[in-house]
């Protein structure tokens, strides 16, 4: 079957750093999506992977190991705002998405 | 400003009742989905259209209805049939159709539909 495992809930500190990591077990892979949804909103875009290694935009970041089945993102100066549920996806080989959970990010001052 | 509008934001029904959610964009994008979100799962396709006048199920078609009559609107019906109704939903649209080789297919999302089942 297939598989996307996030932690459910996260906490970190105000200005610190938080990792959120996603692993994933597909049939065939083409691509992998982390998504923001704040609470009772829409899910937005944040970031697009199918190649290994770090994407870099701003204060977040995503990384990609295909080989593990794993990627994370990286949320850098946490904000209060930054408070929300990060939604990993996953293209697989007929590019339909499949969805994580979520992981809830409680941010404290 | 382009977007996806859902609405009504916060709906009840009683059992036994249809109800039927809009969704309208005005992005000029060529396929339209929805999605059922209930806490603690991941985001479920429950159906998705990829040009006028077509549409295929998801993974929980099952008590929903859809249709595609117009590139802009793309409307959720959920039956009497649904026997759990009460969820989040959630619209979204993207400029190429899930299934083509095209790299990153990304979702711009409506603000969702909260349906609750009295």
């Known amino acids: 079957g297939q598989n996307i495992d996030q932690p459910t809930e996260m906490t970190a500190t105000e200005g610190a750093i938080v990792q959120i990591n996603c692993t994933y077990q597909?049939?065939?892979?083409?691509?992998l999506f982390w998504y923001q949804q704040h609470a009772g909103e829409a899910p937005t875009f944040l970031s697009y992977?199918?190649l290994d290694g770090l994407e870099e935009k701003g204060r977040f970041s995503s990384f990609l190991s295909r080989s593990k089945g794993y990627s994370y993102l990286l949320l850098k100066e946490l904000q209060m705002k930054d408070s929300a549920s990060y939604l990993c996806?996953?293209?697989?080989?007929?590019?339909?998405?499949?969805w994580g959970a979520g992981t809830k990010l409680i941010i404290k001052p | 400003d382009g977007g996806i509008t859902q609405s009504p934001k916060y709906l009840f029904r009683k059992e036994g009742q249809n109800v039927t959610l809009s969704c309208e964009q005005n992005?000029?994008?060529?396929?339209m989905y929805w999605y059922r979100q209930d806490p603690g799962q991941g985001l479920r396709l429950i159906y998705y259209?990829?040009?006028?006048?077509?549409?295929q199920k998801g993974d929980i078609a099952e008590g929903y209805s859809v249709s595609r009559e117009k590139k802009e609107s793309f409307p959720l019906t959920v039956t009497s049939a649904q026997k759990n109704p009460t969820a989040f939903y959630l619209c979204?649209?993207?400029?190429?159709?899930?299934?083509?080789?095209?790299?990153?297919?990304?979702?711009?999302f409506g603000a969702g539909s909260r349906l609750t089942v009295l």
């Open positions: 259209s990829q040009i006028v006048n077509d549409f």
């Open positions: 597909t049939s065939g892979f083409n691509g």
């Open positions: 992977n199918v």
């Open positions: 979204a649209s993207s400029i190429a159709a899930s299934g083509s080789s095209s790299g990153a297919n990304v979702l711009t």
């Open positions: 992005l000029n994008h060529d396929a």
């Open positions: 996806a996953v293209q697989d080989s007929n590019y339909q998405l499949i």
